[in-house]
């Protein structure tokens, strides 16, 4: 299993349609819900927000109006054509005036998520713990140490600094070993892919 590296988006023309595509790593449907909930108000004035998503063995795509699959499973295509997984895309459309057709449709949605995925590199996935960890700020440069080469995603200072990191599962144990050693205490610890 593949994922993008990082959300992407890109904007495609074709006979004065618009066609903006997003790729976003998810984690799980509530991450599609929110996602759409955002794409569906942000574009409330597109003719079209179409979309596919991969999530382990779930696979949904929607149309939105156009023609029975010319937009959703073009788009899934390319997802699974590129062995991807814990991914959204949405690929919104403003009509330009002049009619594609089915076999046009197809092509430009296609291409449209074809371009956004060469804005990205494509990762394998790895198993492994998203880790929220909090500590002194005299354990700082250990802990900066210790992660650097480590997804560090969220950093709060207040009385003690919390880090949130995503980590490899073959990595914990070395990791977690000098964390007790220096008495550092792991708030909490959940099972992803990453």
Request: charged share 20%; aromatic share 10%; proline share 1%.
């Amino acid at each position: 299993m593949k994922t993008i590296n990082n959300n992407v988006n890109n904007e495609y023309i074709i006979n004065k349609s618009r066609f903006i595509c997003y790729l976003i790593k998810v984690n799980n449907i509530n991450d599609v819900n929110s996602s759409l909930d955002f794409f569906k108000s942000e574009y409330s004035d597109s003719t079209h927000i179409c979309y596919a998503y991969i999530i382990d063995n779930t696979k949904r795509f929607n149309d939105d109006g156009e023609p029975s699959g010319t937009a959703g499973m073009p788009i899934l295509n390319v997802l699974e054509n590129n062995n991807l997984n814990y991914i959204l895309c949405v690929v919104i459309r403003y009509f330009g005036g002049i009619k594609l057709g089915a076999g046009g449709l197809v092509r430009a949605y296609t291409k449209s998520v074809t371009l956004a995925l060469n804005k990205t590199s494509i990762n394998d996935l790895n198993d492994g713990f998203k880790i929220i960890i909090s500590f002194k700020y005299e354990q700082l440069k250990l802990i900066d140490s210790l992660l650097k080469d480590n997804n560090i995603i969220n950093k709060e200072y207040n009385n003690d600094i919390t880090y949130t990191f995503m980590i490899k599962k073959n990595d914990f144990n070395s990791i977690n070993d000098i964390l007790i050693l220096n008495n550092i205490n792991i708030i909490k610890k959940e099972d992803i892919l990453f």
